[in-house]
């Protein structure tokens, strides 16, 4: 067996983070693309195993 052998090959770089700085707005342009977001996130958190219902 060849020493280069690898079941999976390494991870490509990163591409780089060209986005310039929002202005606190929600907008902000990434190349020559304007970009605005908008909206709410929710995030629900649990923990522990769900019960048995109970009729």
Known sequence: MAGDYH???PAP????DDAFPGNGNGQF????TD???SGSITVDVGAG???QPRH
């Open 49 to 51: 195993s769900i019960g």
């Open 35 to 37: 970009v605005r977001i």
């Open 13 to 16: 770089e990163p591409e780089p």
């Open 7 to 9: 079941i999976a090959k």
């Open 29 to 32: 342009k990434i190349g020559d």
